[in-house]
């Protein structure tokens, strides 16, 4: 069954290219099956198409013999187009029809002109014979239409009328006289725009293809219709300027007032008509955009090369170089050369604040250069040196006016933050320190501290945070090695002892005090200032130049810790009468050995080489002879001087320093030394009863009385004693002296003596003289209280001390917390005979601390302890506290002078302490075996006066060496003046005859 048309709607576009494709197809098979059902002939040149035939008339398309295309009558009165076909022509005139008519015959027979359906072909023959043959057509007395359409089978008219109706009325509507295609481009800026397509009609489609730009789904040619359709530029990379170009061809087949003209020879020339084909039927257009001028926008990135940057180096930053619009241009094969400016600002002490740009008066370090030739990567050249400490950041600019002719190709100018952290370095400052030691001179046991000034010695004292980055200073407070002071130097001395190590966190510049070492027994110590990186907190190490040391034995930065001297006498006669004379014995001790040679340096004073000993008396009662006693109103009898340096002085022994007292009363000899920058100013004291006489009235006898004199000072456990100097004329026969100690009592109590915890044995008091009580020790700290008794052969008491008298109380002390060590060598052997060192500890002292002895000749004036000088090392000694421990006895195979220094280490080898090479009381001379001096007589009885006899001190001496804690006076103080070249002086050989008669004495 043949088929009819749907009408399009009057508003509608003509039916889509997918849909005529698709009717088409159905028009062929259509075709196909009407040539089974009806018959129809093959076809052939000029010969009918698809249509009907009734009573020999023919309805519908012809075949031409030319192009296989089907044609279509156009002449009512003109006989069958049979025979050779020619054309066809292209004519857009035909007889009298208008361009409108030519239009709408175009269109119908492009849409329908070629169905294969007869009802089809039926009313496109119908609709041409109505306008090119309009007046045959309707000629017949009634519709052309009814009056036509009889040739068609009954059954199929109504649906060929139908079909007529709707070609008729959509070529009414959709038909075309003149179609047209325009484009136009327009750009908003370089690269985004605009095609804009214009057709008439508005339906049409066709392939746009687009040079330098692509659409917004990124073709560069698709299939667009009417209307703006956006584009984006693609110029090639690097080309200062491009065009874009756009181009479109549409398939315009049916519209336009045209046909194609086939013509038949014949009698009537009948004339075929069919819609334009071919090339003829398409539309095609293009533009171009005007020229469109290029530019680029560098930036830039940076990372220093190195976060930390040491004064004097270069900074050096890596530049990444990058295009934030489009890409970099070329002219003539070459990229434009763009110049980069880089500002380093800096020193600021901490990270400045990120910002847009620097503050308002940044200092600048200085600025490079460097030429861009694309995207990539740069370094700077390295020409700015590290001048001093601070951070330093880099701001990067690319200034485009200053490019000339190239500078309408970039963008704009640029420039990058200022204070970026990975365009920030840092040069590292170098804290020192200048100090001063707080005490110029001390004495033992002080606490020495330092004052350090702290700066930056290369520029600013960095910040974080804004806080001033802390710098750890550590300050060793070390030993000089010897008795003299240092000598200024780089290097640490490698025999100073390190006493310990403080250390000041300096928040930043200023002065700050150090925490307090313990002065040692005695000589120089120096001080030396330090910064460890290692000793920084690992943050802060990076911020930090270099360690740093200053120097060794600056003088401003040392403490003299004057020697203690030490003085035990003894004078010779106790009653002396008016005229006589009195004669004194002083042991000095604690004197450095080279004591009055220093003359100074500048910086320290020259020894003080001068005792001053001034007896003063008469005073009318002994008891005025106290520690309180005003020197400077008190009356002079004599004043004498030796020199300041240990030995064993007598006075009194010539006629130039004679003591003759002339006046009745008690006597007191004092023994002064101002002091100087190496020893400790001294004064013996008045109450000294070693020290004292007694001048009594003509005729007179001296009562029995007792004076005593405590150990004033102990640690605990530490050995004290009691003194007794016993007088008078008349002792009873068969007396004895007990001495009670009591306590220890806090001292705030008061002085308690109720129950005694030592008691001596009884003491025989045969003659006047000086009685000791025997050693004790407690193990708690406070006053320990003395009383002494002398008791007739009845014990009945004869004299008796008070409870908390003067002089006789013993302050018992804890044992320090440091380890202290003092120490004693025997101070003059004969050759061939022992010696020995003697080391008192005292304060704490560690399990497994050990103690050992060195001695070293010395071969010049100079104390040196070196390996080379090391002539013994005694046995390792294990100390097991506090107590006195003795070296190896060792004999010295050569006169001459020998410093002993004592070493206590820890378990683990530390060194705890170690002597000082030369220092007092380590001093051992090996003189030659002196001339055995003749044996004096016997002393005889008590003398009264001073030029003759004189008693005997046999008990009196003996008790004397237990009186001052074991410290024998006879023969172990021996003078030692001229100890460098091992001489001994004549008043020292005198005192050996008297120390002789005292042995005479003892034997007898």
Known sequence: MSGSLTPSPVTGSPPPARLRRWLSALIALLVIAGSFALGTQPAHAGSEGVGYWSGGAFLGAYNTDV??????????????????????????????????????????LDRWGQSGDPNITAAVALHVWSVTSAGTYNSHGMSGDDYYVARAPASERGTILANLATIRQEAAIYAVTDPSLS????????????????????????????????????????????????????????????????????????????????????????????????????????????????????????????????????????????????????????????????????????????ADTPPAGAPIAGSETVTLTGAGSYTSSGSIIAPESGFYTWVWAIDKDA???????????????????????????????????????????????????????????????????????????????????????????????????VTVTADGPGVYTSPSVVAPSGGFVTWVWEVKKSSQPEWVRDYLASDWQDGYGIAVETTSVRWPITMTSLMREYNVHPGGRAFDVVTVSGFPANHGDFAGDGYWGADVDELRHTVYGPFATDTMLTDDLDLTTAPVLAELTTPARNGVYKLGYTDEDQIVPTEPGFYVLVTRFAGDDRVQPYQSSPADVLERFYVPPTGTEVPVSVITQATPEAFVGEPFSDTALVQGTKIPVGAYLVFRAYGPHPADAGAVCEVPFYESDEIPVTQAGIYGSG????????????????????????????????????????????????????????????????????GTVPDGARLMFEAYRQDGDTATCTPEELVFTSTVIELDGPGEYRSDEVI????????????????????????????????????????????????GELAHTGGGDWWPLGLAGGLIAAATGGVLLFGRRLAIARERNGQVREEDMGFEEFKAQFEGAKED
């Open 67 to 108: 192009d296989g295309r089907q044609a279509y009558c156009a002449d009512l009165d003109a006989a069958a187009p049979y025979g050779s076909t020619s054309g066809p022509e292209r004519i857009t005139s035909l007889d009298s029809l208008s361009r409108q008519q030519l239009a709408e015959l175009n269109y119908v």
């Open 892 to 939: 010295f195979d050569r006169t001459g002078v020998y410093y002993w220094v004592e070493t206590v280490t820890n378990a683990d080898g530390t060194i705890l302490h170690r002597g000082i090479c030369g220092a007092p009381d380590e001093t051992t001379t090996v003189a030659e075996s002196p001339d055995e001096p003749g044996k004096p007589g016997t002393p």
């Open 775 to 842: 050693t004790t020790s407690v193990d708690a700290a406070g006053n320990v209280y003395w009383i002494e008794t002398l008791y007739d052969s009845d014990g009945e008491i004869v004299a008796a001390g008070e409870c908390g008298a003067p002089g006789e109380t013993t302050v018992v002390k804890e044992q320090p917390e440091e380890l202290i060590v003092k120490t004693n060598a025997v101070p003059t052997v004969t050759l061939g005979d022992p010696a020995h060192d003697v080391a008192t500890v005292t």
């Open 403 to 501: 490019h000339g002719d190239h500078a309408k190709y970039l963008t704009d100018s640029f420039t990058d933050r200022f204070g970026q952290v990975t365009e920030t370095s840092v040069v590292p400052f170098q804290p020192v320190a200048v100090s001063e030691a707080d005490q110029r001179l001390a004495v033992p046991g002080d606490a020495l501290t330092d004052t350090i000034t702290v700066s930056s010695s290369n520029g600013a004292w960095l910040k974080k945070d804004g806080a001033p980055i802390p710098v750890v200073f550590e300050g060793t407070a070390y030993q000089v090695p010897g008795t003299l002071p240092p000598t200024q130097n780089a290097e640490i001395d490698a025999a100073a002892v390190p006493l310990g190590t």
């Open 183 to 354: 484009l136009s481009l327009d750009m908003a800026d370089q690269y985004a725009g605009t095609l804009t397509v214009a057709t008439h009609p508005a339906g049409l489609t066709g392939t746009a293809t687009l040079s330098d730009a692509v659409f917004a789904d990124g073709s560069s040619s698709r299939t667009i219709g009417a209307g703006a359709h956006p584009i984006t530029g693609t110029p090639a990379d690097g080309v200062p300027s491009y065009q874009i170009g756009a181009s479109m061809s549409i398939d315009a087949a049916g519209y336009g007032a045209a046909l194609d003209l086939y013509v038949t020879p014949g009698g009537g020339k009948q004339r075929l008509i069919a819609a334009v084909s071919g090339s003829s039927t398409g539309l095609s257009a293009s533009a171009e955009s005007p020229v469109i001028e290029l530019d680029f926008q560098p930036e830039i990135t940076t990372q220093v090369a190195s976060r930390f940057v040491a004064e004097g180096d270069a900074f050096v930053d890596g530049l990444t170089v990058s295009v934030s619009k489009r890409t970099w241009i070329h002219l003539d094969g070459a990229p434009v050369e763009v110049t980069a400016t880089g500002t380093l600002y800096g020193p600021f002490d901490e990270h400045p604040a990120e």
